[in-house]
């Protein structure tokens, strides 16, 4: 069983559309929790970065972490067609700093 | 967040050659890290790049195939040697400890590696 589980996709939504994006994890000793975007042929970008459970908005993005489940989610609001890439998670160890990945969920967002 | 380049940005190699990638920040860095990023899987860590000493290497991975070195703050190499089809992949540096954010870490743009 894979650490960090997420689902591939793809995911396609109207422009406009809130977009849910999720991942679950299995172990217990990770502390902090990130999402990156990544479009095609290009590295990851760092979108969001969040330390244990709670809530952390900016703009139009919302990281949502919920440590007793062991389940992370990215909200895309508003979503436009410039966020058409592919979103992966990451967390890691209080402590350490290899970051340990889900596979990435590739969403495309049409007109 | 810091500039991160990495050179070449892509390549196509015959098995049984080397090729060292490189990569420069625009500012001093506490870590560096290398990352291997395969088709359909997740990015996974190579090894952390520690300034004047050896490179300390994640399970599966070995100094004899990939050589790292990283002389000072700013810059890190990823040499990848004795290829084979399997090193076909993207590999990236990221960085850590720039300015605020000191936990966060920033990936370059990668380099796209074929082996034929």
């Known amino acids: 069983q894979k650490e960090v589980e997420q689902d591939p996709g793809p995911l396609s939504v109207p422009e406009g559309a809130i977009v849910s994006l999720n991942c679950t994890y299995s172990?217990?000793?990770?502390?902090?929790f990130m999402w990156y975007r990544q479009y095609s042929r290009k590295g990851p970008e760092l979108l969001m970065y969040?330390?244990?459970?709670g809530n952390k908005e900016d703009g139009r993005f919302t990281a949502q972490v919920d440590k007793s489940s062991k389940y992370i989610s990215l909200f895309i609001r508003d979503s436009q067609p410039s966020d058409s890439a592919t979103y992966l998670c990451a967390m890691r160890r209080g402590g350490g700093n290899k970051l340990t990945f889900g596979t990435g969920t590739q969403l495309k967002v049409e007109l | 967040s810091a500039v991160i380049s990495q050179k070449p940005s892509r390549d196509i190699c015959q098995r049984g050659t080397s090729l060292t990638i490189q990569c420069q920040v625009d500012?001093?860095?506490?870590?560096m890290f290398w990352y291997r990023q395969q088709p359909g899987q997740s990015l996974t860590l190579i090894a952390t790049a520690n300034q004047g000493s050896e490179a300390t290497y994640e399970s599966g991975f070995v100094i004899d195939k990939f050589p790292i070195s990283r002389p000072n703050l700013t810059f890190s190499t990823l040499t990848v040697s004795n290829m084979s089809p399997e090193d076909s992949s993207i590999y990236l540096c990221?960085?850590?400890?720039?300015?605020?954010?000191?936990?966060?870490?920033?990936f370059g743009p990668g380099t796209r590696l074929t082996v034929t």
């Open positions: 969040t330390y244990s459970s």
């Open positions: 990221s960085v850590e400890g720039s300015g605020t954010g000191t936990y966060e870490q920033y």
């Open positions: 172990n217990s000793a990770f502390q902090y």
């Open positions: 500012s001093q860095v506490t870590m």
